[in-house]
């Protein structure tokens, strides 16, 4: 029996047993794509320290909501960094620039105060502020976090130094006394010599800043003893615990630069500086003095009629070997700017007026401006009476004639007499006097006939009380009545003696009378004694003729 072959046929084309591994693939690079594309930006940040950073844990945020989480946690390759990996939600990659800045946000608790308390309870997280630039996937983080951000108002400015004193990051800007801004850092300039702050002034107090604002600093507590006595100035207690920095800008009718973005702004120490720079033109002068300047430092002023007009730059000792005497030359330091024409702004030529003036009587002398600290101060008088005195020294300075301060002269020559005369005082023999009479004053007051007589007069007081509460309101007032009566008695008397006594009365022309007769008699009465005193016995055989020889 004959088998049938099998016919074998080949079907060209693919097999459908490929149709379902190919429709897989389809759909597992579909979700592949489709997962790559709802995937955002992949990110790393490098830091100091992980602290307080875990993987899958640590959010990501932007003004508070969540655009990421922290995927890995490295080193660095040199291992003195951490790299933090962040995974970014999709629709965040403009977020990523060359000036995009991150942070750890911590809680922080210093003597400027609280932040990031929430963190207690949620933990720390990783804030983010969107920068402009080149776009990037790598970026350094802050160690701390900024004090201004970016999405803040303001500007900033940059003020140079010699030091930076208090002044640290967060110190607060003043202006007027009212907080308009913050320090966001320092850095040390190329030539380690001088220090740059940047600042931040927010709005509205930015629109104060122009090209000749000046800033100074008000760190601290500002003690200073001049000629003016002792003062004592501190900004705010905050500036006195953490420093500061205040700024003005004055009104001028100059044209004056709004942008300051390029401007680098000179921070002085002290307000006083600031005063000081704000006049350009100086003029230098020389004086003599031959008396003390005890108490005349560099810096002190020179005043005219009370208005600061300059400040002393020098003070030295100079010995003249051909008179053997010294002298003290003084340099001072003039600004003429601070002295202005009604209408005309300030002197034109500054040095041909004060020529006039030295020639119309200006003289420098000598006074105290405190008695509390005795410092003295420069002052120019017009005293046009004193001659011009000149040293006529060699010098490259033109000089100004000094006179003596006569204020400071009399109190010298005082006190000079007060010791002089205090050194005349024997004080061993006022201080004995003074004890015995110290022990004399002891010895009464503790002696036993002062108490005795303390007593006797309690005594006399007690019974002086007694009488006058038996002394009823009846009794007194008899009393009163009777006086009042006597007293009428006793004008009615004087009248009638004013009567009597009156010239044209007949009784003062008998007064009279009697007073002659009585005159007449006692003359009598006179050559009577005369008589006997002569010849006693004509009281016997009486009076002799006369003529007759006794």
Same mark, same amino acid.
């Given at each position: ?95 990523? $620039?060359? #000036? !995009? *800045? %991150? =942070?750890? /946000? ?7 105060? &609280?932040? +990031? @308390? ?91 800043? $122009?090209? #000749? !604002? *000046? %800033? =100074?600093? /008000? ?7 001049? &000629?003016? +006595? @002792? ?95 010294? *002298? ?223």
């Amino acid at each position: 029996m004959e088998t049938a072959r099998p016919q074998v046929s080949v079907r060209s084309g693919p097999s459908l047993v490929w149709l379902i591994p190919l429709l897989t693939a389809l759909v597992g690079g579909w979700l592949v794509i489709k997962t790559l594309r709802e995937q955002g930006p992949e990110v790393t940040i490098s830091f100091k320290t992980a602290e307080g950073i875990e993987v899958g844990k640590t959010r990501i945020k932007y003004k508070n909501l969540d655009i990421g989480i922290v995927e890995r946690i490295g080193f660095s390759e040199d291992l003195s960094n951490v790299i933090v990996t962040g995974k970014f939600n999709q629709g965040t990659e403009e977020f990523f $620039r060359r #000036n !995009t *800045r %991150f =942070w750890v /946000v911590r809680p922080q608790l210093s003597l400027r105060g &609280a932040s +990031g @308390l929430s963190t207690l309870i949620s933990g720390a997280y990783i804030e983010i502020e969107p920068g402009k630039g080149a776009p990037q996937l790598h970026f350094v983080g802050l160690e701390e976090q900024p004090v201004v951000t970016a999405d803040e108002e303001g500007v900033k400015v940059v003020l140079i130094s010699d030091r930076l004193s208090s002044v640290d990051t967060g110190s607060p800007v003043y202006y007027r006394g009212i907080k308009a801004g913050e320090v966001l850092g320092h850095e040390l300039g190329n030539d380690s010599r001088t220090v740059f702050i940047h600042a931040f002034i927010k709005r509205p107090y930015d629109q104060m800043v $122009r090209g #000749n !604002t *000046r %800033f =100074w600093n /008000v760190s601290g507590l500002d003690v200073s003893m001049d &000629a003016d +006595g @002792l003062r004592v100035h501190t900004e705010s207690v905050e500036s006195l615990m953490f420093g500061g920095i205040a700024f003005e800008t004055p009104e001028t009718l100059e044209n004056v630069s709004d942008d300051v973005s390029d401007i680098v702004f000179t921070l002085y120490d002290t307000y006083e500086q600031v005063a000081a720079n704000a006049y350009t033109r100086k003029l230098q002068y020389v004086m003599f003095f031959d008396n003390s300047v005890r108490g005349l430092s560099v810096g002190a002023p020179v005043e005219f009629k009370g208005i600061k007009v300059g400040s002393v730059l020098d003070i030295r000792l100079e010995f003249d070997a051909e008179d053997t005497s010294f *002298r003290i030359p003084v340099l001072v330091e003039i600004e003429p700017e601070r002295i202005v024409e009604p209408d005309s702004g300030p002197l034109g030529m500054p040095e041909d007026t004060l020529v006039r003036l030295v020639d119309r009587g200006l003289r420098a002398r000598l006074q105290t401006g405190s008695l509390l600290t005795g410092q003295l101060y420069v002052e120019l008088a017009m005293e046009p009476e004193r001659p011009v005195v000149l040293v006529g020294s060699e010098t490259r300075y033109p000089e100004l004639p000094t006179i003596g301060s006569a204020n400071l002269e009399s109190i010298t020559q005082t006190a000079e007499r007060f010791m002089s005369r205090l050194d005349k005082v024997r004080v061993d023999e006022v201080g004995g006097e003074l004890l015995a009479t110290l022990k004399g004053a002891n010895k009464i007051a503790n002696s036993p006939d002062l108490e005795i007589a303390i007593v006797d007069l309690r005594h006399s007081l007690q019974s002086l009380r007694g009488i006058l509460a038996r002394v009823d309101d009846s009794n007194l007032q008899q009393a009163i009545n009777a006086g009042h009566v006597a007293l009428d008695r006793l004008a009615t008397t004087l009248a009638l003696t004013n009567r009597l006594l009156d010239p044209n009365s007949p009784l003062h022309y008998n007064l009279i009378q009697a007073t002659g007769e009585l005159e007449e008699t006692a003359r009598s009465i006179r050559s009577l004694v005369d008589t006997l005193e002569r010849h006693p016995q004509a009281v016997i055989f009486g009076k002799e003729p006369e003529g007759e020889t006794p």
